[in-house]
């Protein structure tokens, strides 16, 4: 398994602003995703966190507004740029581990609470 | 996008019932993953299941993959208190890149 955590774990920010998320694994993991969940819905997955190169994004993500990097296999950050009320939302960072030849296991971190207003 | 269609949406047991919840889906898949959520949370995985008709317990919690590769089912025996939170099944598509995708997920309320 691994453990991740997230910095902030919540934030107020004003409209117009950026923030940057912060995710930490505690060990080498093969993938890393970034995934956005509004209260007591599911998991929608923005990106896929490439190491030295170029984040990977889900259809309707960009990365003007997501920038995302990975300068190594433990850590991440994910950018909201430009924010507006609509990007309030709870901010996920996972990390996928090999548990054996072919089998995957992804992991979360506590999330981010975001309110933009 | 592709869906995974969960089911229940809630459920409200009394302490010490079973409980049963699924995933189905028009795609095929290679993995199938369960996560807990709790408030203020991230997802926890419970149950990871790898191949068709692989049935898997961690505790009182059971899962089985699927045969058709379509579906996969979650029981939980004997439910506590802290069995309270949101159930999501997650699926790894056959052919992609690992990326997961999610069920909308089971609200869980156990009364004592």
């Known amino acids: 398994s691994a453990v991740i955590s997230q910095k902030p774990s919540r934030d107020i920010c004003q409209r117009g602003t950026s923030l940057t998320i912060q995710c930490q694994v505690d060990s080498q993991v093969t993938m890393m995703f970034w995934y956005r969940q509004q209260p007591g819905q599911s998991l929608t997955l923005i990106a896929t966190a490439n ?16 920038p995302i990097s990975r300068p190594n296999l433990t850590f991440s950050t994910l950018t909201v740029s430009n924010m507006s009320p609509e990007d309030s939302s709870i901010y996920l960072c996972s990390g996928e581990t090999l548990a054996g030849v072919g089998y995957n296991e992804q992991f979360f971190g506590p999330g981010t609470r975001l309110t933009v207003l | 996008g592709q869906q995974l269609n969960q089911s229940p949406q809630s459920m409200f047991i009394q302490e010490g019932e079973d409980v049963s919840m699924n995933c189905t889906s028009s795609s095929i898949f290679n993995t199938w993953l369960w996560y807990k959520q709790e408030p203020g949370e991230g997802p926890v995985l419970l149950i990871a299941l790898y191949k068709a008709g692989e049935l898997t317990s961690n505790g009182r919690l059971t899962a089985q993959f699927g045969i058709t590769r379509k579906d996969s089912f979650l029981n939980i025996s004997a439910s506590i208190p802290s069995d309270v939170g949101i159930y999501f099944c ?21 009364l004592p």
Do not use: C, M
């Open chain 2, 90 to 110: 997650a699926g790894q598509l056959a052919g992609s890149a690992r990326q997961l995708t999610f069920g909308s997920g089971t609200q869980l309320t156990v």
């Open chain 1, 51 to 66: 190491q030295g190169s170029e984040a990977t994004y889900e259809s309707g993500f960009v990365i003007d507004k997501f």
